[in-house]
């Protein structure tokens, strides 16, 4: 896949649940309050600007949006853009710590992170994937992230986190923009829930 990198300004974070959820009129949410300039373009991925509804959380190169939360079904749908990289800038350690403990701190415990804007993945130790792991499995909890692209895949492969977090083919291609988040959830639940049954 060529990446048209020119144009991620105009990658917007997927907006047709805002309906149902926005995260910065959540008050539990690690980003309530935050304010959106859609004219002025600051974060960066690559020195091309992306667009300004994507929140930022510590990292120099990857940026979110929590898309939905369920609080009774305990899960959060978060969309990504840029490049995930834990060699350089320890990206899963400003995740885990800046938003993934603030969300299982109020019980989030199955998260379903949509990585097709994703653009590379370097990887380095897996702790903090394993003490997320740890955080969310006791209580039936899991990690899916979907549409991730087959360099990335690859790359996190090597790293060796399928040992901690679902991915790889079974949850790619899911065209999940026409679903309500719900049913994207029940999707990804099904599918995890079917390889526990293979493996028993």
């Not at 990292?59 to 990289?85: C, H, P, Q, R």
């Not at 899916?144 to 060796?160: A, G, P, S, Y």
């Amino acid at each position: 896949m060529r990446y048209n990198y020119e144009l991620m300004h105009d990658i917007e974070p997927h907006f047709k649940w805002r309906d149902q959820y926005i995260a910065s009129e959540d008050k539990q949410s690690p980003f309530f309050g935050c304010i959106y300039d859609e004219f002025n373009f600051t974060h960066k991925v690559y020195n091309y600007f992306i667009h300004p509804q994507w929140d930022e959380f510590g990292s120099a190169t990857l940026y979110m949006k929590i898309l939905f939360v369920d609080y009774d079904e305990k899960f959060a749908i978060i969309e990504l853009i840029g490049e995930w990289n834990d060699t350089l800038h320890n990206d899963v350690k400003f995740l885990k710590r800046e938003i993934i403990d603030v969300l299982n701190a109020n019980h989030i415990n199955k998260y379903i992170l949509i990585c097709e804007n994703v653009l590379n993945f370097h990887g380095s130790d897996d702790c903090y994937y394993e003490e997320w792991y740890e955080d969310v499995c006791e209580d039936g909890g899991w990690i899916c992230l979907i549409n991730t692209l087959d360099h990335v895949e690859q790359e996190m492969k090597d790293t060796r986190l399928q040992y901690f977090i679902n991915f790889g083919e079974r949850f790619n291609n899911l065209n999940w923009r026409v679903l309500k988040p719900q049913i994207v959830f029940k999707t990804v639940e099904t599918i995890i829930h079917e390889d526990v049954k293979r493996l028993v």
